[in-house]
Nanobody, 128 residues
Framework: QVHLAESGGGSVQAGGSLTLSCAAS???????????LGWFRQVPGKEREGVAAIYRVGGSTYYHHSVKGRFTISRDNAKNTVTLQMNSLKVEDTGMYYC??????????????????WGQGTQVTVSS
């Protein structure tokens, strides 16, 4: 059973913006069960890479160097959602974007294996 659901993907031209959201899917998922939520992207033939991450308590954030200054991750613990605001999109941002949660991770963008709950992904396509 998938407990997370992404939304907000789509197709935009380079320079445009998209907002991705991650929320609990279904009534049984305990939104407070995770400590870190990450956004990952994957393109065919490449490994899944961490794009941004946020800690539920404290709100510390982490960004891949390629998206710093362009992407912003934020959480709304009252609404049980995490948002990834993506601005100044580039063609190389194209990929399937997944949100995932981890109870414990020491390196949220690098340790993909620490994340054990995953959504089904939402496609982001940026054209030139």
């Amino acid at each position: 059973q998938v407990h997370l659901a992404e939304s907000g993907g789509g197709s935009v031209q380079a320079g445009g913006s998209l907002t991705l959201s991650c929320a609990a899917s279904g009534y049984t998922y305990n939104w407070n069960s995770w400590n870190c939520l990450g956004w990952f992207r994957q393109v065919p033939g490449k490994e899944r890479e961490g794009v941004a991450a946020i800690y539920r308590v404290g709100g510390s954030t982490y960004y891949h160097h390629s998206v710093k200054g362009r992407f912003t991750i934020s959480r709304d613990n009252a609404k049980n959602t995490v948002t990834l605001q993506m601005n100044s999109l580039k063609v190389e941002d194209t990929g399937m974007y997944y949100c995932a949660t981890a109870f414990r991770t020491t390196s949220p963008l690098d340790r993909v294996g620490d994340f054990d709950e995953w959504g089904q992904g939402t496609q982001v396509t940026v054209s030139s």
